[in-house]
């Protein structure tokens, strides 16, 4: 749609440049910020001419641009764009189910970013899902020229809140070698076939036997579990149903995703024993 009240629109290409002057907003894909009026918005910096690699095999793990869109992350996902992941990543092979849970047309899958469907913090963002089970870490900029790092899971706060101060901007994401070599399950439901997921329980289970699991989209804050091992499934149930923050909305009551995430977290745990049986 047309932004009336937008009268500039340029390009960062270095770090000085992303300092903004009132009323610029930051933007990458921008599918959301061009999907309906932005009245406190007068003008873009367009982020995607910063240079930034979409994706980096680092020694210590993945690291993946903000502005990576969710097409090129799929993509690289199954092997079609380099560089290569190792063999031994297995999350891999969860990205194209959590980028799936997105609704969207052709032309955003192609245009959103990673990054900021990360920054939009829905309650149903789909990268927040994986990267909540991935111990994923926001690498954030801040306008003293430094940088500081969050979960990505602490870094949403609420139904498109997050903690990301005035000047802020998110440079990447990343996610360690032992979490990206872990086995993950995600399973996602929803009230209708091509309705947003009204209840996300993703999970991975570690080389050591460690084992993390994450309730998203059903509640308005993601909620991380922890236990040394693969836990007890009554325990897991109980844990997954416990948050206060279960929402009522037009996709679903909140007793409805409370039990279902129940139902979901029975299938993920199943998911992550499979080498044991």
Same mark, same amino acid.
């Given at each position: 749609m047309?932004?009336?009240?937008?009268?500039?629109?340029?390009? !960062?290409?270095?770090?000085?440049? =992303?300092?903004?002057?009132?009323?610029?907003?930051v =933007? $990458?894909?921008?599918?959301?910020?061009?999907?309906?009026p932005?009245p406190?918005?007068?003008?873009?910096?367009?982020i995607?001419r910063?240079?930034?690699p979409?994706?980096?095999?680092?020694?210590d793990g993945?690291?993946?641009a903000?502005t990576?869109t969710?097409?090129r992350?799929? *993509?690289?996902s199954?092997?079609?764009? $380099?560089? $290569?992941?190792?063999?031994?990543?297995?999350?891999?092979?969860?990205?194209?189910? $959590?980028a799936?849970?997105?609704?969207m047309? +052709?032309?955003?899958w192609?245009t959103?970013?990673?990054g900021?469907?990360?920054?939009?913090?829905?309650?149903?963002?789909?990268?927040?899902?994986?990267?909540?089970?991935?111990?994923?870490?926001?690498?954030?900029w801040?306008?003293?020229g430094?940088e500081r %790092?969050? =979960?990505? !899971?602490?870094f949403?706060?609420?139904?498109?809140?997050?903690?990301?101060q005035?000047?802020?901007?998110?440079?990447?994401l990343?996610?360690?070698?032992p979490?990206?070599?872990?086995r993950?399950?995600l399973?996602k439901?929803?009230? *209708?076939e091509?309705? %947003?997921s009204?209840?996300?329980v993703s999970g991975?289970?570690?080389?050591?036997?460690?084992?993390?699991?994450?309730?998203?989209?059903?509640t308005?804050?993601?909620?991380? +579990?922890?236990?040394?091992?693969?836990?007890a499934l *009554?325990?897991?149930q109980s844990?997954?149903?416990?948050?206060?923050?279960? +929402?009522?909305d037009?996709?679903?009551?909140?007793?409805?995703? %409370?039990?279902?995430? *129940?139902? =979901?977290?029975?299938?993920?745990?199943a998911?992550?024993?499979?080498?044991?049986?």
């Open positions: 047309d932004i009336t009240t937008v009268t500039s629109y340029r390009f !960062a290409r270095t770090r000085a440049d =992303l300092a903004l002057t009132p009323g610029e907003k =933007l $990458a894909g921008g599918t959301w910020l061009m999907s309906e932005q406190d918005v007068t003008g873009f910096v367009d995607t910063m240079g930034w979409d994706v980096e095999i680092l020694p993945l690291r993946l903000a990576c969710i097409a992350f799929v *993509a690289w199954r092997g079609e764009v $380099a560089p $290569a992941a190792p063999d031994e990543w297995r999350a891999t092979a969860a990205i194209p189910d $959590a799936h849970a997105l609704l047309s +052709f032309k955003v192609n959103a970013t990673v900021g469907n990360v920054c939009q913090s829905f309650t149903a963002a789909a990268m927040v899902s994986l990267l909540a089970a991935l111990d994923g870490v926001a690498v954030i801040t306008p003293d430094g %790092r969050q =979960l990505v !899971a602490e949403v706060t609420g139904q498109a809140a997050n903690t990301l005035p000047g802020e901007v998110l440079r990447a990343e996610v360690s070698a979490a990206m070599r872990a993950v399950s399973h439901m929803a009230l *209708a091509l309705g %947003r009204g209840i996300v991975r289970r570690e080389e050591d036997g460690s084992t993390v699991v994450a309730v998203t989209a059903s308005l804050t993601p909620h991380v +579990f922890r236990y040394p091992g693969l836990p *009554a325990q897991l844990d997954v149903t416990s948050p206060s923050d279960f +929402f009522t037009a996709l679903g009551e909140a007793d409805w995703r %409370r039990a279902v995430t *129940a139902v =979901l977290a029975e299938r993920v745990r998911d992550l024993a499979e080498e044991d049986a």
